[in-house]
C-alpha cells in the first residue's frame, strides 16, 4: 500500500498576535510561487483561529487548533469544544501534546476522550506520545510510545480520522534530535500498533515527528521510512522557516 500522503503541521503554541496572521498569508504566497507535495496545517492559538481560517479561506492551507475539551458544550470556563472548532472551520485538533499533559496532568483516557469529542465532530484528532528523556534512558521508549498510542486511541477511532504525532518530550524546543534509525525504530513500533488496530487500513494513518524539526534536518527526518510528516512548533512560527520544512516535499 503507498505511503499516506505527508503532513506538516505547525503548532504554534501560546504564541502569536493579530499581526501574526501574516506569516500565515506569506507562506500561502510562497506556495502558491512554489508547490509543495505535502498537505499543510497550521494551529494558532484559539484567539487568532477565526482571523487564520479567514486569510486562508480558498487556499490550500488547514488550520487547526491546539486542543479541545472532551464535552460539547457546558460549564466549562477557558475551554474550547470540538463542536466549536468544527463550526469555526477547523479541519483537525492536536490533543495529548506533551505540554497539556504535564501543564494540565492530561492521561492517556483524557487524551482518549478528547479526541473522541474531535472524531465525534468530524475533525480529525492528532495524538500525541513521546517517551520523556528518563524513559528513553531506561530503554522504556517503545514500552511508553505503544501504550500511550493504545491507551489514547478512541475505541471508535477509523483510520481516516486519526494521525499520531511521535514527539520525544526531550526533543520539544530543545535543539535535540533522535537519529533517524531512533525515529525509524519508534514510527515502524507505531505503525505495528496501528495495523493491529485498523488492519490494512493502519498503513493509510499518518505517523507524524516533532521535535526540533528545522529546515536543515527535516529532509532527513521526513526521508525515514514511516515518517508521513512533521509537527513542528518554534520554526513554524516564520513563513520562511516553515516554508523551509515544506521543502523536504519539495
Ligand atoms: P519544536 O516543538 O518544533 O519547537 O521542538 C514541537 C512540538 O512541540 O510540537
Redesign the pocket.
Known amino acids: 500500500m503507498a505511503a499516506p500522503k505527508a503532513l506538516v503541521a505547525g503548532?504554534w503554541?501560546m504564541n502569536g498576535l493579530k499581526a501574526s496572521v501574516q506569516e500565515i498569508e506569506d507562506l500561502q504566497k510562497l506556495i502558491s510561487e512554489k508547490n509543495v507535495h505535502c498537505d499543510v496545517l497550521v494551529c494558532p492559538p484559539a484567539t487568532l483561529l477565526a482571523h487564520a481560517i479567514e486569510a486562508t479561506k480558498g487556499s490550500s492551507i488547514a488550520i487547526g487548533g491546539q486542543d479541545c475539551h472532551t464535552a460539547r458544550a457546558g460549564a466549562h470556563t477557558g475551554d474550547i469544544s470540538a463542536e466549536m472548532l468544527k463550526d469555526l472551520g477547523c479541519s483537525h485538533v492536536i490533543v495529548g501534546?506533551?505540554?497539556r499533559r504535564s501543564d494540565h496532568g492530561e492521561d492517556n483516557d483524557m487524551v482518549r476522550a478528547k479526541a473522541s469529542a474531535a472524531q465525534r465532530e468530524g475533525l480529525v484528532a492528532i495524538i500525541c506520545v513521546g517517551e520523556t528523556e528518563a524513559e528513553r534512558d531506561n530503554g522504556q521508549t517503545l514500552a511508553v510510545v505503544t501504550e500511550q498510542v493504545v491507551a489514547s486511541l478512541p475505541e471508535e477511532a477509523e483510520a481516516i480520522n486519526t494521525i499520531i504525532a511521535y514527539?520525544p518530550v526531550w526533543?520539544?524546543?530543545?535543539g535535540k534530535t533522535p537519529t533517524a534509525a531512533d525515529v525509524a525504530e519508534v514510527h515502524a513500533a507505531i505503525r505495528s500498533v496501528l495495523k493491529e488496530r485498523f488492519g490494512e487500513s493502519g498503513d493509510e494513518v499518518r505517523i507524524l515527528y516533532?521535535?526540533?524539526?528545522k529546515p536543515d534536518n527535516a529532509a532527513e527526518l521526513m526521508a525515514v521510512e514511516n515518517v508521513n510528516g512533521a509537527?513542528?512548533?518554534?520554526?513554524s512560527l516564520k513563513a520562511e522557516s516553515f516554508y523551509g520544512i515544506l521543502q523536504a516535499y519539495g
Open positions: 503548532n503554541k501534546h506533551s505540554e514527539e526533543a520539544i524546543g530543545t516533532g521535535g526540533s524539526v509537527l513542528v512548533g518554534g520554526a
